[in-house]
């Protein structure tokens, strides 16, 4: 059973940073692709970032390029989303992703396809 567990949400100003960390409780993603999206009020789930396995192939969407950087550190097991110069716009609940085991390899943003979950870290963001 594979557990995501994402940590470092919370408020901040506008303008301001944080640090999303995504924890798996099994090595059996360790070579997986990985990534975030978020689900602000009201609206459905959307793609923010991903990172190979390897984390030299990354991509994100067009509203969040420049601001956020996706990382990784596959000896602890934990992939990052530093976030900078934060919106309004940005307030959303921050979901961790993980792809198949051994699955690492992407082409696009669209290659990537999550089958494990975290459970979720609120941003909250304030004008």
């Known amino acids: 059973q594979v557990q995501l567990v994402e940590s470092g949400g919370g408020l901040v100003q506008a303008g301001g940073s944080l640090r999303l960390s995504c924890a798996a409780s099994?090595?059996?993603?360790?070579?997986?692709?990985k990534g975030w999206y978020r689900q602000p009020p009201g609206k459905e789930r959307e793609f923010v970032a991903a990172?190979?396995?390897?984390?030299?192939?990354?991509y994100y969407a067009d509203s969040v390029k420049g601001r956020f950087t996706i990382s990784r550190d596959n000896i602890e097991n934990t992939v990052y989303l530093q976030m900078n110069s934060l919106k309004p716009e940005d307030t959303a609940v921050y979901y961790c992703?993980?792809?198949?085991?051994?699955?690492?390899?992407?082409?696009?943003?669209?290659?990537?396809?999550?089958?494990?979950w975290g459970q979720g870290t609120q941003v909250t963001v304030s004008s």
């Open positions: 992703a993980a792809d198949v085991p051994s699955r690492g390899v992407l082409y696009g943003p669209s290659s990537f396809k999550p089958r494990y």
């Open positions: 099994s090595r059996t993603v360790t070579d997986s692709a």
């Open positions: 990172t190979s396995w390897s984390g030299h192939n990354t």
